[in-house]
């Protein structure tokens, strides 16, 4: 009933809805390939569905879960491309920035965690996508820019994280880049 609601439905709130549920209960392999399936059909249709923007950041999640690292990556540039002032960007970065950090991509998680942050609408949401363009700014070896968003993190913590250690990896990651540049000035 909910795919038939999804697929043929007039009322977007409760396509929405449907689509939610749906998602949310693709918990197998199985699932979340009969789901895909479903929104690949969706999406090929003439004209374009009603919620587009949401079938693709939903068939870009159910990849991620399936470690298919490059549909997930092609639906959420889709969505960015198609869509440039979608409410829907902030998500769509952070699945670039979790791709990228899936695929060890540090310096590219950095970017699009640091961009989803500029996009977000909520404060803690922006903040913990700080946290995530920190971390993975850290883990890039890039400890300037590490040590300057662990800052800003700082500044404005995200809610149930230990400000402590914030502290502590913005400390680790300032010792570092000073660190580099007194390796850097003896070479």
Do not use: N
């Amino acid at each position: 009933a909910l795919e038939q609601l999804l697929g043929g439905g007039r009322d977007a709130a409760k396509q929405r809805m449907a689509l939610a549920l749906l998602a949310e209960g693709a918990e197998t392999s199985e699932a979340r390939g009969r789901l895909r399936r479903l929104l690949d059909e969706l999406l090929a249709r003439s004209p374009a569905h009603a919620l587009t923007e949401e079938l693709l950041l939903a068939r870009a999640e159910l990849a991620l879960a399936d470690q298919d690292h490059a549909a997930a990556e092609v639906d959420a540039r889709a969505l960015l491309t198609r869509f440039p002032g979608s409410a829907q960007q902030a998500r769509a970065l952070t699945q670039l920035a979790t791709v990228a950090w899936e695929l060890r991509r540090f310096r590219t998680a950095a970017d699009f965690a640091a961009q989803a942050a500029g996009a977000a609408r909520d404060a803690d949401s922006r903040a913990s996508l700080r946290l995530l363009a920190a971390e993975a700014s850290y883990r890039a070896e890039d400890y300037m820019t590490a040590a300057e968003t662990y800052a800003a993190v700082l500044e404005a913590p995200p809610r149930g994280v230990k400000v402590s250690e914030v502290m502590f990896q913005a400390v680790m990651a300032e010792i570092a880049a000073a660190w580099g540049h007194v390796v850097a000035g003896d070479a």
